[in-house]
């Protein structure tokens, strides 16, 4: 590989992701209006930026269900017909008429990404379920927690022991406060040496590039 | 006049002293002095998902996040589910596994997609690759788990990995994984997250795990150095910690 092209393939994008990167971060602990600016210009490009992806995005789920009804894949090409008479109805209106955007908006899409979110109240309780087997120290004590945060919870209970509201708070604020901030130290130190090891070219990943990770 | 150009000083000192730590382990690692250095059982995981899908001639499933974005504070959780899958894509193609790898955001598609190309044409076989191992499914949370849940169940997928920023689609996604009996690895920083993951997943990437897999993946013995010396840091804080703990129940600051 030349050295034009290893330029253009490698380290090109390299540099131009560790240039903004510094400018993203300075003003976090540079106080200046010209890198204030510059910064938030950038971020309006990567918005800008993601909008075009939409477009590739849009053209991708295309390729795919036009795919899937070429080829009459069993089980899949009626939901793909579906997909792209929703998708392009949806489109267009949105473009030549609004009215009718805002009713599949709000009687189509809300109803629906409701539901799926509804779904979510079974798979806790089936999740909840499995995880309460008691077979170690560990479980036991997950499992004693769950129930005396179960309780509490619950206000015919909560008031015939009133003696679980301070033993609620305490769980709360000293062993799960404590861990869930430990956990939070522990990522943001994973996530310096991650920037880090983008900033010296370790990790292309991000880059597109394949070969070592 | 220093003070007046400068803010969130401390922040600014923990990174610079992380980097510095992390320049000397690497330049200890050339030089041959390996620092001790835990294991991530979540390595050999990926390689059993990838054998087992080999094995039974299934799919494999990898999602990097159904939330956030890369302009978003969410975003190096993404990236470092690009890094993982960067590596599952590579074992797959080398072993003709076929893949696929689902997005919510259309700019991680864009980077998924060019990413995957680039491996097969690195492991010499790009008539392999085609357009839709890597799927935009919809920048919407919820449509997007929900189309995930489909392919789940309709494309006889036997590993599902789902490394990087998720919200509440994560049980969603997980519990279609455990209801096929798909080899399954979670993880995220998204600490409130984590639980769901732990009950439908066979193996877990808690919190930074998800930040060092890239690294441990490489098996770069620089990399994995800086690994060595963010132990270290962690270990500093928790002597801090208990310290201040000590001498704050004490009266003494």
């Known amino acids: 590989m030349s050295y034009a092209e290893r330029f253009l393939r490698r380290d090109g994008p390299l540099l131009v992701m560790i240039v903004v990167a510094i400018i993203s971060m300075l003003p976090f602990f540079v106080i200046s209006p010209v890198l204030d600016a510059v910064s938030t210009t950038i971020q309006k490009?990567?918005?800008?930026?993601?909008?075009?992806t939409f477009i590739i995005g849009i053209i991708n789920l295309t390729q795919v269900h036009l795919t899937t009804l070429r080829r009459r894949i069993r089980g899949q090409w009626p939901f793909s017909?579906?997909?792209?008479?929703l998708l392009y109805t949806t489109l267009i209106a949105g473009f030549v008429y609004k009215p009718i955007y805002n009713q599949i908006f709000q009687y189509v899409y809300t109803p629906i990404n409701g539901a799926v979110y509804a779904m979510l109240a079974f798979f806790i309780f089936s999740a909840t379920y499995r995880a309460l087997g008691i077979k170690s120290v560990g479980s036991f004590?997950?499992?004693l927690l769950v129930f005396i945060f179960s309780m509490r919870n619950c206000p015919f209970i909560a008031a015939l022991i009133p003696q679980l509201e301070?033993?609620?708070?305490?769980?709360?604020?000293?062993p799960v406060a404590g861990a869930n901030r430990g956990m939070i130290v522990a990522a943001s130190i994973g996530l310096i040496l991650y920037a880090f090891r983008m900033f010296i070219g370790k990790e292309r990943a991000q880059l597109g590039m394949a070969g070592e990770v | 006049m220093v003070h007046n150009l400068f803010q969130n000083e401390a922040a600014l000192f923990i990174i610079i002293a992380i980097m510095v730590l992390s320049?000397?382990?690497?330049?200890?690692?050339?030089?041959?002095?390996?620092?001790?250095?835990?294991?991530?059982?979540?390595?050999?995981?990926?390689?059993?998902?990838?054998?087992?899908?080999?094995?039974m001639g299934g799919k494999i499933h990898v999602?990097?996040?159904?939330?956030?974005?890369?302009?978003?504070?969410?975003?190096?959780?993404?990236?470092?589910?690009?890094?993982?899958?960067?590596?599952?894509?590579?074992?797959?193609?080398?072993?003709?596994?076929?893949i696929i790898v689902t997005t919510c955001q259309p700019e991680v598609y864009s980077l998924c997609d060019a990413l995957v190309s680039s491996i097969y044409k690195?492991?010499?076989?790009?008539?392999?690759?085609?357009?839709?191992?890597?799927?935009?499914?919809?920048?919407?949370?919820?449509?997007?788990?929900?189309?995930?849940?489909?392919?789940?169940?309709?494309?006889?997928?036997?590993?599902?990995?789902?490394?990087?920023?998720?919200?509440?689609?994560?049980?969603?996604?997980?519990?279609?994984?455990?209801?096929?009996?798909?080899?399954q690895i979670g993880g995220t920083a998204n600490t409130a997250q984590l639980p769901f993951f732990a009950v439908t997943c066979d193996e877990l990437l808690i919190g930074e795990d998800i930040y060092a897999l890239g690294a441990?993946?490489?098996?770069?013995?620089?990399?994995?150095?800086?690994?060595?010396?963010?132990?270290?840091?962690?270990l500093a804080l928790i002597a801090i910690i208990i310290v201040s703990s000590i001498l704050k129940s004490l009266g003494v600051i």
């Open chain 2, 122 to 183: 690195v492991k010499g076989k790009p008539e392999n690759y085609k357009p839709e191992m890597v799927r935009f499914l919809s920048g919407s949370q919820f449509a997007y788990s929900s189309a995930v849940l489909g392919i789940l169940h309709r494309e006889k997928v036997v590993s599902n990995i789902i490394i990087g920023m998720f919200a509440a689609e994560s049980l969603l996604i997980g519990w279609a994984g455990k209801l096929i009996g798909a080899l």
């Open chain 2, 63 to 98: 999602t990097t996040g159904g939330y956030g974005s890369l302009y978003s504070e969410y975003a190096p959780q993404i990236l470092a589910g690009i890094s993982a899958m960067n590596y599952v894509v590579s074992k797959a193609a080398a072993l003709d596994v076929p």
């Open chain 1, 81 to 85: 017909i579906v997909l792209i008479i």
């Open chain 1, 166 to 174: 301070p033993v609620y708070y305490w769980v709360l604020k000293i």
């Open chain 2, 23 to 55: 320049s000397i382990s690497y330049m200890l690692a050339k030089r041959g002095k390996k620092l001790a250095l835990r294991r991530l059982k979540a390595v050999d995981f990926l390689d059993e998902c990838v054998g087992r899908a080999a094995e």
């Open chain 2, 216 to 234: 441990f993946l490489s098996g770069d013995v620089l990399q994995q150095s800086g690994i060595a010396s963010e132990d270290l840091v962690k």
């Open chain 1, 45 to 52: 490009w990567a918005v800008a930026l993601v909008g075009v």
């Open chain 1, 141 to 143: 004590l997950f499992t």
